[in-house]
């Protein structure tokens, strides 16, 4: 793509995001642009339920550097249609590039309202068609690592890979998921682990399942350091909106909750890159390199640049 010319010479892969997010559909076209001037090549771009499926899949379509997936997220489990998985199946064989995501368990403040037997039914169903279809899985995880690993290893391994997006969970559990086939991505969120604890869990992951993301437009890292702020959308009286209705411009929001830009996987990089003591180059590198093995299946090879 002539647009991923770029000066500098790291190129990073975003193994998991929202470009597709409403809250930030009208200056997406704005945001690739600038993540890609910035090095960042590719965006693994995570549908959350049926409602999107079709804008992720027309994302892909339109942007070579997006890599699509289709799931079913936790928090709207009780939102699907009698069809939602023969409608995810379609998806996915009718995209051969696409992976499976974002699916998962939350027990955390938004997913404890959820019923957790739904969100196990569900969950399980998408692993297995992950299995069964040969792509890599995007898994959310809030407060539930215990029955995540229950599960994974009930159904797994899975040698297409797993993602386990924004990984907090603990050091102690790392080995029993790598064995199983899952690769460690890390966004933002990881900010808010006390950095001992953060440090000695970094420390354990296979240096070849190591990944970085975004997550945007959540995720934003809870560092003082400068952000990029996703711009306000000039072409709507209104500007965006978020999700709770609170209209995204900086003098009414406080940083904490303002949108999270694609590009601020740079700050992310260098946070993981310092706690493993790694020049920020080589983290960049080893991430892309993971990531594109990663999203590299069917015999279908997503093409290096840079
Ligand atoms: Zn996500």
């Not at 998991?16 to 809250?23: E, G, K, M, N, S």
């Not at 049926?50 to 079913?72: R, S």
């Not at 966004?187 to 296979?206: H, R």
Request: hydrophobic letters at 40%; aromatic letters at 8%.
């Amino acid at each position: 793509m002539s647009g991923c010319s770029n000066s500098r010479a790291m190129r990073l892969f975003d193994a998991h995001c929202h470009l597709q997010d409403r809250r930030i559909a009208a200056v997406c076209p704005q945001l690739i642009r600038a993540s890609i001037d910035s090095g960042v090549l590719r965006f693994a771009v995570n549908g959350v339920s049926e409602k999107d499926w079709h804008l992720v899949k027309q994302m892909g379509e339109q942007y070579p550097c997006v890599v699509p997936n289709f799931g079913l997220h936790p928090w709207y489990v009780t939102e699907r249609t009698a069809n939602w998985f023969n409608m995810l199946r379609e998806f996915l064989t009718a995209t051969p590039t696409a992976a499976v995501g974002e699916i998962g368990l939350d027990k955390g403040s938004h997913g404890r309202n959820i019923e957790f037997s739904q969100q196990v039914e569900v969950f399980r169903q998408q692993l297995e068609l992950a299995k069964e279809l040969q792509r890599p899985a995007s898994v959310h995880c809030v407060r539930a690592f215990g029955d995540l690993l229950e599960i994974l290893q009930n159904v797994g391994p899975f040698p297409a890979g797993l993602i386990l997006h924004s990984y907090l969970g603990s050091a102690e559990m790392v080995p029993g998921f790598a064995k199983l086939g899952a690769y460690f991505s890390f966004s933002g969120y990881l900010t808010s682990m006390k950095s001992t604890k953060a440090k000695n869990m970094l420390k354990l992951v296979p240096k070849d399942r190591i990944l970085v993301e975004s997550d945007a437009p959540d995720g934003l890292p809870n560092l003082t350091e400068s952000l990029l702020v996703v711009p306000l959308d000039d072409s709507s009286p209104q500007g965006l909106q978020s999700q709770h209705g609170d209209p995204l411009c900086e003098a009414s929001v406080s940083p904490k909750e303002e949108l999270n830009h694609p590009a601020n996987i740079h700050t992310v990089l260098n946070y993981v890159a310092t706690m493993l003591q790694m020049p920020n180059e080589e983290l960049a590198e080893l991430t892309y390199r993971n990531a594109t093995r990663l999203f590299s299946y069917n015999g279908l090879e997503v093409v290096e640049e840079g």
